[in-house]
């Protein structure tokens, strides 16, 4: 195996910078061979270098020490127990082993025949050469002792020890070692010839099992020589001799013990007992620290007494006491004193089980308890079960209630509890009239409600109060002129004079005095109806004017009084006045609630068409409010119906009555020419007093 590794550092030697570590092959495989020894395992091998070289180096000098230390086991097994049937082959090491033990059973066979050593048989180059040496070596112990080389034949059959040696003229200075004549060369003890016939290299006795390491023994080859080296310690209490053997350390002479003052040192092989100066008496025995201490010998014998008797332990001995009759608990002592007799605790004068069956046993007594109750075992009494926490919701629906011997079932609020004393029923609560008004029934409760015009009170939750809806927020728009609250409901009423309640019940409609007849205005007046009266109206036209058409008795909203100009010959005073006309017409507004926008209450119709050309002779029409514009509350805008221009006034502010006044309107024809005239309506405008 030697060679092996020899060759293999001989063929990669030229790869040494493959991995780019700095470790030379001799390194890797000295590593190998170091972990190997110390580890007897190459699995797990850590490397040194990334190169592949060094790693291949590595591990096969590690397998190498490894399958040398197995084959040296093997050889050392052959030469002292003959045999080879104790070793296995399950592992590839053990197969190593049995495989050197069995070459070296054929070389000593080979010896015992007196067969030639260099046998030509084809058992593989291990085995020749571990059957070699065993052949070599005989049946007897030819071996050097661990410090000096082993002696082995050369390869020219010579010995190492220079018998045969001449001087190393006749080989011309070419040998290594030694020269054995007939230009032959030799080598020095543990080595053997170089196959150039010059150069000698070390002999492994390791790995021929040449060596005479024991069992537990490991062989360390060494240069020309080897080494026997213990594989387990000697272990506590030994020493390692020169020898290599385990030898006792002596504690007591060494003075390495730790007996005390009171104790002499007695070496064992491996250790030392320390053995008390002071010897104890009988009934005593010595401690750790040399003290006599008593022996309780009722405890560490087993009966010292006859039957009948007690052990009393006494110092360094102990006496025997006859036994006095000690009955325990549910026995008394019988009338002549000999024995215990059981105790009938459900006769005697106490009541144990408290109204329970009572049940006597031998020592003791038992309660048979009734249902609902469980017996103690500890307090020997009967314990009432709570039903309601070993069995909840389970028992009760609602609400359990636990009692001597048994449970109770209730109910909730707005249950009843049903006829099998568990479920509950729901209770009808309108059946005892809890509310003022009615009641309505629901599961587990009930509802109170009340009927139109009342309301549920808010602290009982069962009384009705009346709303008074006058009240509300919105109880000025349920009447339109006055509301009056009733328990239950309500009713509106009107102003005395002039209004009259709707069909509604709640608006106040207009009396139209001048249909119903109840103005009044004298023959020579008009009535005209307002909100809440009428007024009587009387009209005489200007001077120099004339009425057009008669004056009703009764005027209507659309109704108009109208005066043209009609002058006396020769009055150019009345010629030049600009007015053509004055016309008079009648509104009735309300004071409204809510006013949001404005209201259109008055047309203006004329006859001037809108398309007419203006410089060819066409009219023009201006409006505007000449009197009587309250608060500027009403304006007048011009517009285009129909093809023609219309006046609309508008009312814009709020007015709130009673206000009467005469709003007076100027219509203007204007012509190319200039202004043609003007014509005058008086707006008769009557706000009432109440709002609508």
Not at 128 to 153: F, Y
Not at 397 to 405: D, I, L, R, S, Y
Not at 427 to 443: D, F, G, H, K, T
Request: charged residues 20%; glycine residues 10%.
């Amino acid at each position: 195996m030697a060679l092996c590794v020899l060759l293999l550092c001989s063929l990669f030697g030229g790869l040494l910078g493959q991995g780019g570590e700095h470790f030379s092959l001799d390194d890797c495989c000295k590593h190998g061979q170091k972990y190997g020894n110390n580890h007897k395992e190459c699995t797990s091998l850590p490397l040194i270098s990334g190169s592949p070289t060094c790693r291949i180096v590595q591990e096969q000098c590690c397998v190498t020490v490894l399958e040398d230390n197995m084959c040296t086991i093997g050889i050392n097994v052959a030469k002292e127990q003959g045999a080879c049937d104790s070793l296995l082959t399950s592992t590839c090491e053990t197969k190593t082993t049995k495989m050197c033990c069995d070459c070296c059973l054929l070389g000593r066979a080979a010896h015992e025949l007196d067969v030639p050593c260099d046998h030509s048989l084809s058992v593989g180059y291990q085995c020749s050469l571990v059957s070699r040496a065993c052949c070599v070596d005989g049946a007897s112990n030819n071996q050097t002792s661990q410090s000096g080389p082993t002696e082995l034949p050369n390869k020219d059959g010579t010995s190492e020890a220079g018998d045969h040696s001449v001087p190393d003229d006749q080989c011309k200075g070419k040998c290594a070692h030694l020269c054995v004549g007939n230009n032959t060369c030799g080598c020095l003890k543990g080595y053997k010839l170089r196959p150039d016939g010059k150069s000698c290299e070390d002999i492994n006795e390791c790995l021929l099992g040449s060596s005479n390491c024991r069992v537990g023994e490991r062989c360390i080859n060494t240069e020309g020589a080897f080494r026997c080296i213990r594989e387990v310690s000697c272990g506590t209490g030994y020493e390692l001799t020169e020898s290599n053997n385990c030898k006792d350390i002596d504690e007591c002479e060494t003075g390495i013990h730790n007996c005390g003052q009171q104790f002499e040192c007695q070496n064992t092989q491996g250790s030392f007992r320390c053995i008390p100066k002071v010897k104890c008496g009988n009934g005593f025995i010595q401690d750790a620290l040399g003290n006599c201490i008593d022996i309780n010998e009722c405890v560490t014998q087993t009966s010292p007494c006859n039957r009948g008797h007690i052990c009393i332990n006494t110092v360094g001995s102990y006496i025997c006491q006859r036994n006095s009759v000690n009955c325990g608990r549910g026995y008394h002592l019988s009338d002549d004193g000999t024995r215990c007799v059981d105790i009938d605790e459900c006769k005697g004068p106490q009541e144990v089980c408290s109204g329970h069956a009572c049940i006597n046993q031998l020592g003791s007594y038992r309660c048979e308890c009734e249902t609902g109750y469980n017996f103690n075992s500890i307090t020997r009494l009967c314990e009432d079960i709570n039903e309601c926490r070993h069995y909840p919701g389970r028992l009760c629906a609602h609400k359990c209630e636990n009692t001597p011997g048994s449970y109770q079932c209730s109910c909730t609020t707005g249950f009843k509890l049903s006829s099998d004393g568990r479920n509950c029923d729901d209770l009808n609560e309108c059946e005892s009239n809890p509310c003022s008004q009615e009641c309505a029934n629901v599961y587990g409760s009930y509802q109170c409600y009340c009927r139109r015009g009342y309301q549920l009170s808010d602290i009982d939750a069962m009384t009705c109060e009346d709303i008074d809806e006058c009240a509300l927020p919105t109880g000025g728009h349920i009447c339109s002129y006055r509301c009056h609250n009733t328990p239950g409901s309500f009713h509106c009423s009107c102003p005395v004079n002039g209004y009259t309640l709707a069909i509604n019940g709640r608006s106040c409609q207009d009396v139209d005095e001048c249909v119903t007849g109840r103005h009044t205005c004298a023959e020579s007046e008009s009535c005209f109806n307002i909100q809440g009266g009428f007024r009587c109206l009387s009209f005489d036209c200007p001077h120099n004017y004339r009425r057009v058409g008669q004056t009703a008795a009764r005027l209507e909203r659309s109704d108009t009084v109208r005066c043209v100009k009609s002058c006396q010959p020769n009055d150019i005073a009345c010629v030049l006045d600009p007015t053509h006309s004055v016309a008079h017409t009648f509104i009735s507004l309300p004071t409204f609630r809510e006013f949001l926008r404005p209201e259109e209450i008055v047309f203006l119709r004329t006859t001037v068409p809108v398309y007419g050309s203006y410089h060819l002779g066409g009219y023009d029409v201006k409006f505007e409010i000449l009197e009587g514009n309250v608060e500027n509350a009403f304006d007048i805008l011009k517009r285009v119906e129909n093809g023609v221009y219309v006046g609309v006034v508008r009312q814009v502010k709020p007015l709130i009555g009673p206000i009467a006044t005469v709003l007076k309107l100027s219509m203007r024809n204007l012509t190319a020419q200039g202004d043609s005239g003007q014509n005058i309506i008086n707006v008769h405008i009557f706000v009432s007093e109440f709002w609508f």
